[in-house]
């Protein structure tokens, strides 16, 4: 079946560090991969996606490869700041599918 | 535009009341999606409506829960007799095509 494991949090840096959040997925067809945000009291939110192998996806500074070979989705970004602190979801929509598969989350510090 | 609301958008209630839960979808969005999200925990799909479809009910937990949408827009989601291990966020979502989901910011619910 299909399912997505990241990285387990909660993931604590400071400020202008550089950010990695794995995220690997199993999947039957050929999926599109997304990272969803859910700042604190709020809804989640599309941050970026890829539909395709070798895709890159990015948004806000972030940046996320779609590799077909390693079947990942690592979210990254060059310097963080503190209003970066939440939760990010990496997620996965089967090609033709209607349900997206959401991974944990994983909580995102940013100290000033 | 208005985003997805919902309410309430806390409910604390005694073990074995009933609760409805309401999510008011982007205006113009055909596909209704609900969620569960414990704490520490990714998002459970719940139900799926699209259009004038039956939806699907893959992922309620029992028939305890149930869920309707009336005229293609709002929709209630009914939890009958609630248990302790039914605390947690429940999350509305719309789309207009299944591809990208935007959220509402959910309703947390407590029962004692």
């Known amino acids: 079946g299909n399912s997505v494991t990241q990285m387990e949090g909660p993931v604590t840096l400071s400020e202008e560090a550089f950010l990695t959040i794995n995220c690997t997925y199993t999947?039957?067809?050929?999926?599109?991969l997304f990272w969803y945000v859910q700042y604190p009291g709020e809804g989640l939110q599309l941050l970026l996606k890829?539909?395709?192998?070798?895709d890159k996806g990015s948004n806000k500074g972030f940046e996320a490869t779609y590799r077909k070979e390693t079947t990942s989705f690592h979210l990254e970004k060059g310097s963080v700041q503190v209003s970066d602190s939440a939760v990010y979801f990496c997620?996965?929509?089967?090609?033709?599918?209607?349900?997206?598969?959401f991974g944990a989350g994983t909580r995102l510090f940013v100290k000033a | 535009g208005a985003g997805v609301s919902q309410s309430p958008s806390n409910k604390v209630t005694e073990k074995g009341k009933d609760v409805e839960l309401r999510c008011d979808p982007i205006?113009?969005?055909?596909?209704l999606y609900w969620y569960r999200q414990s704490l520490g925990q990714g998002l459970e799909f719940l139900i799926y409506?699209?259009?004038?479809?039956?939806?699907?009910k893959s992922g309620l937990p029992s028939d305890r829960f149930s869920a309707e949408r009336t005229g293609g827009s709002v929709s209630t989601l009914t939890i009958q007799r609630t248990q302790q291990e039914d605390s947690a966020v429940y999350l509305c979502?719309?789309?207009?095509?299944?591809?990208?989901?935007?959220f509402g910011p959910g309703t947390r619910l407590t029962v004692t």
């Open positions: 997620a996965l929509l089967n090609t033709g599918g209607f349900k997206t598969i």
């Open positions: 409506f699209q259009g004038n479809s039956a939806p699907d």
């Open positions: 890829a539909t395709k192998a070798d």
């Open positions: 999947a039957t067809g050929y999926p599109s």
């Open positions: 979502a719309s789309s207009p095509d299944t591809y990208e989901q935007y």
């Open positions: 205006s113009g969005h055909t596909a």
